[in-house]
């Protein structure tokens, strides 16, 4: 597996233990479907929580929430919609994103919750 892979993978294991550690229950991990694809989804009391998770080993380029572009937003919420039909779900939906950087020997994290609102 390539490095940034790895590195990727390992974020997203930090992710879900910060997020169990808040309480949510996780749902489902890289959900795919027709080209889409969620990092975790999770459930906490009022939402169903779609969430991109991004990490790198440094801000030099900039901070990885920062790297969560419009194309990407666009694609979680069509992923959502097919997620919620094809689940029959009619909980309240919210978009959120966790940035981690690695600094080589522990991650730090950031999460922003309802970090945007669906958008036509």
Known sequence: MAQHNELGKRGEEE???????????????NWRLYGYEIDIIAEDEEFIV????????????????GFVDKRRMRRMMDAAD?????NDIDKPARFDIIGLVWDGKKFELEHIDDAFLPFL
């Open 15 to 29: 992710a879900v233990r910060y997020l169990e550690s808040k309480d949510y229950k996780i749902v489902c991990r």
């Open 50 to 65: 779609f969430i991109e998770v991004k990490t790198r080993t440094s801000v030099q380029w900039g901070d990885p929430v």
């Open 82 to 86: 097919h997620y919620l039909i094809k």
